[in-house]
Every structure is written in C-alpha cells, then in structure tokens.
C-alpha cells in the first residue's frame, strides 16, 4: 500500500535516523539530544529583483500564424543574451539602429525563429539559511540554487555538516540555505543580483566567526566571490574579512588543493581502508559513477597511483575498458573538448560504451558512487562484486542497500567521512585567510592526509571495538563497548565530540 502523505517521512526525519540511532548506543545526554533534534535558527526570508524582457520561443502551434512575419535586422552577439532553457535576455541596446517589424507583441530573427517579446519585472524569491548548531565553532555550510529546495531539505543538509565538521574536527558548526529559483531561466547579471540581495539580507546574521557560506549545486567560486564583495562591501578592513565564504578562486583568497580536495579526501580513505585490509591500490580495479568535480578527481589520482579505472558512468553514457581507461584522455575529451558541451564521457572513442544497467555488477575491487543519492539500493546492493563502496556522493546507499552490503561482507566508508575533504580545506581556506597567508598544495594535502586518515581510523575502530592509540590517531574515549557499523559508528564519533562541549562549557540559562 502506497504511503500517505502524512505517513511519509520528511527528508530530515529520514536523514536524522542515524543520529537517533547513535544517541541511543551511546546514551546521549538527554538535554544535549534537545538541543540537537532540532536547527539552532530557521532564516525564510524573502528577496526581490529586477528582472529583464525575455525572448520566449514560439510553440510550433503558435508560429502558424506569423509565417508571414518578415525578418528583424537585430543584431545578436551580446544583446541577445541565450538562457539554458531557450529563451534570450533581451538587452535594449539589441534594439538601437534595429529595424524591427512586431506583430502583437512577436518578431522574427533571422536564423533564430520566432519569438515573444515577454516584458520583465520585478520578481520574488523564497530564501533560506538554517543555521543547525553552532556549539563547536561559526555554522558552516554551503548555498544551494535550485527550483526544489525546500526548509524540509535545508534542515536535512545542515544537520548533515552539523555531523560532518564533527567528524572531520575541525571548529565549525553546520548550515545551509540557499534561494528557490531555476537558474537556467536566469541571466548572469540576474543570478548576480539574487546574490546581493540574498547576502544583504543576512548580512546581520553571517561573518567569519559567525556563519561562513560555502558553493554547493548551482552556486560556484565566481558566486562566492560576489558574496564576499557585498558582505565586506562599505567595510574599514574588508581585508580582514575575506573568511566569510569560503570555495573562492585561489587567486582572491581560495585555497590551493579545493578543487581536488573532496576526490582526493576519498583517496585517503581508500588508501588507509587497503592498509587495514592488506591489499594494494596499484593494480586495484575501480568503478566510478560521475565525472565531475569529485569522480573525476578521484578517477585522476587514483589512476595516478597505478589503479586501474574499469567504468565511468555519468548521465549520459558509460564506458568501460578491462585493461583500465586511460583517464587523462578521459579528461581531456571531457573537458578540453568545446563541442562536448554536456561534459560527458559520452562518445570516449578510447573505451567501449556500456549499457548503463551493466555498470554497478562489473567484477572490480573499488565502487566509488559520486554523482547521486540513493543509487546503491538493496537489489544493486544484492549483485555488486566489489571488495568496498567509497561514498564519494552524498547518500548514495539506501537503507536496505546498508543492510545488504553489511550482510554480504562489502566494506563501506560512510560519505560523511569519505567526501569530507571539501569541508575540511574549506576550513584550511578560512583559516588561511584570518591569518593572512597562502598555503602551498603540498602543505594543504599534508595537512588533509592526516586529517582524513586518522579521523576515518577512530571511525573503524569504534565499528569493530578496537580502541587504540596509535601515532595517527586515538580512539581511545570514542568506542562504546561493542561492535556497530560504519555509518552509526561515523555519528557516534560527532556525537560524543559535540556533547564534550556541552558537557564540558554547560548550558548559559
Ligand atoms: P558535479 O555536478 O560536478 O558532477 C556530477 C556528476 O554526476 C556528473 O558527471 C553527472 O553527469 C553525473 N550524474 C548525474 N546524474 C547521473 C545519473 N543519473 N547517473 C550517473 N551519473 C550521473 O557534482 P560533484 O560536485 O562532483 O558532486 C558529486 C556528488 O558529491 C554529489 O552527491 C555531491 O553532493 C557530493 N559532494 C560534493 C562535494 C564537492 O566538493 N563538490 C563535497 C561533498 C559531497
């Protein structure tokens, strides 16, 4: 019987069942569960713009009657600006020394078609930051423009970085918002806009040791370097105050290693899993689904350190090669290739297409899922003949997919420890620009290593009930007396380091 709308499970219900599950085993302090059940802050707020004239395409039904309509001698290039979603921005200088013919309100361009001119205005959008909790340090968490966000989902993902900085120690807090829109109907200029307004709103309510906004979909270093402008705008020492976002281009105050960072995160987590398990990554076969920032990342160095690469699937296609992709091809045909506009491994003449059912049951040692979540579901789960899954994604594995790895012996190393990197050199960012300096790759991967490494080690050795010091890591005040798997042990490690807090410091009343 299909669930109800009332019996339905919020996305943030759903999401908070681990952290129910690890408050239980470890007997969370009852006040400090309070405090965690639910966000510290909910921002909705809403933001307006002004938006310009559009061009709209004809539907085929409607371009019946204008067949007749001569041509407009209006110049494209700039002032027709193309949309994602078909439509032009219409900028008025299009219109100067144009001869333009227009019948009720529709004009024809040559070689374009035909189009209505649809006036612009003032729009409104809904706006969100919801700030979780902030008791280990300023709430951190990126922005996220999108036409299906929601406060349901924002709680979801900001109780998530609530979890992850605790995981990956560092001083931060979690947060996320972001604006319901659908950029691909949006100009530049307008996306710009939506920026400033949504930062001048929160002005009061974010700054470096406050509430530190990061990229996340839709949203990107040109977006967070706009951010940064309106949020130091008018200020003494604006200098001073380049850390209230972080994910900026290395060039104003961005971090050497970010792009990489969450990749090769992952790669440190491989590496340690295959020294616990005794085997090696030279000559290990891998599958990894998404080639974006982070699969392609993580394809690159492990290809690097001598893997070999089996499949690649993305949203297009997949490809596959026994002996092992040649993946700086791979990149190059998706990235340094102008035509392959939709950047994808569609078409890679140098290995064999795949269907796209095929891909998770390939025989490999390595699945690295990293494009969506709840891919790994019981049934995938059921055939996969892989050795260990590197959530890489955010969610990849459902529920049933968890039970039915964990009974059939595949390892797995939980996304929130397995793509914490981006977090992790968010922070270095942050903490690069307080103090002013700039780190080299070298010194950011270091640090990143160790961080990642022995974080995922206490994590382990809280699931198997191993406590351990070792010169890495200390496990020692983290296990619970009994065995548990990876994902309750990964929140049992952000629960106790969150509760020290307020056990430790007390509750001001
Ligand atoms: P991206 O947009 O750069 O790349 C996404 C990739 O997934 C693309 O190759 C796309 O084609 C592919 N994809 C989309 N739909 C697919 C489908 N149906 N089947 C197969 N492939 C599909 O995104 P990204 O930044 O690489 O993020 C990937 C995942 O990692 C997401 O779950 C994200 O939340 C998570 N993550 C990213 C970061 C980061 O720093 N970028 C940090 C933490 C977590």
């Known amino acids: ?16 069942e681990a952290f129910y599950r690890a408050a239980e085993l470890i007997r969370l302090t009852p006040r400090v569960r309070l405090e965690l059940e639910e966000p510290d802050f909910e921002h909705i707020f809403y933001i307006t713009i002004e938006t310009r004239d559009r061009l709209v395409p004809l539907s085929p039904e409607e371009e019946a009657q204008f067949r007749d309509l001569p041509p407009s001698s209006v110049k494209a290039g ?8 078909g439509q032009f921005v219409l900028h008025r200088r299009a219109l100067l020394k144009a001869d333009v013919t227009l019948r009720e309100g529709v004009l024809r361009i040559p070689k374009r078609g035909l189009f209505r001119i649809e ?13 979780y909790n902030q008791v280990r340090g300023p709430y951190k968490g990126g922005v996220r423009y999108h036409k299906d966000v929601s406060l349901d989902l924002f709680k979801a993902l900001a109780a998530e970085m609530t ?6 120690d560092i001083p931060f807090g979690g947060a996320k918002g972001g604006v319901r829109i659908d950029p691909q109907s949006y100009s530049k200029e307008e996306l710009e806009h939506v920026t400033l307004r949504f930062i001048y709103k929160l002005k009061n309510l974010i700054g470096p040791y406050v509430d530190i906004p990061a990229p996340d979909v839709n949203t990107n270093p040109e977006i967070m370097a706009i951010m940064m402008r309106q949020y130091t705008d008018a200020a003494r020492t604006p200098h001073a105050m380049r850390g209230v976002v972080t994910g900026k281009d290395v060039r104003i105050g961005g971090s050497e290693g970010r792009t990489m960072a969450t990749g090769q995160g992952t790669v440190y987590c491989l590496e340690d899993w295959a020294r616990w398990r005794g085997v090696s990554l030279k000559g290990a076969r891998v599958l990894i689904q998404g080639f974006g920032n982070v699969g392609s990342a993580t394809a690159e160095i492990l290809h690097g350190m001598g893997a070999r690469i089996l499949a690649v699937q993305d949203a297009y296609g997949t490809v596959h090669d026994e002996k092992g992709i040649d993946v700086p091809a791979l990149l190059e045909h998706c990235y340094a290739n102008p035509q392959n506009l939709r950047k994808s491994v569609h078409g890679f003449s140098g290995a064999k297409p795949l ?34 899954v590197a959530e890489a994604a ?15 012996g595949i390892d797995l190393i939980p996304d929130i420890i397995c793509n914490a990197g981006g977090v992790t050199v968010s922070y270095y960012e942050w903490l690069q620009n307080l103090r002013m300096e700039h ?25 198997l009930d191993t406590p351990q010091r070792t010169d890495l890591h200390d496990s020692r005040t983290f296990a619970i007396g009994r065995q548990t798997d990876m994902r309750t042990a990964a929140m049992v490690l952000a629960l106790k380091r969150i509760e020290a807090h307020y056990l430790l410091e007390g509750f001001s009343q």
Do not use: C, H
């Open 119 to 131: 006036k612009g205005g003032p729009k409104k959008f809904k706006a969100y930051r919801i700030q």
């Open 355 to 388: 269907p796209a059912d095929d891909f998770w049951f390939l025989d490999a040692d390595i699945a690295v899922p990293a494009a969506l979540g709840g891919e790994i579901t019981g049934e995938v789960a059921d055939r996969m003949k892989v050795k260990v």
């Open 163 to 168: 979890w992850k900085t605790a995981i990956a």
């Open 439 to 463: 780190w080299t790759e070298a010194e950011v991967n270091q640090r990143l290593e160790r961080a990642i490494k022995s974080n995922y080690a206490i994590i382990r050795d809280i699931a």
């Open 78 to 85: 700039e002032a027709l600006e193309p949309l994602a979603n």
């Open 1 to 16: 019987m299909k669930a109800t709308r009332k019996e339905r499970k919020s996305v943030f219900d759903e999401s908070m």
């Open 394 to 408: 955010n969610g990849p594995t459902t529920p049933e997919g968890d039970e039915v790895l964990r009974a059939r």
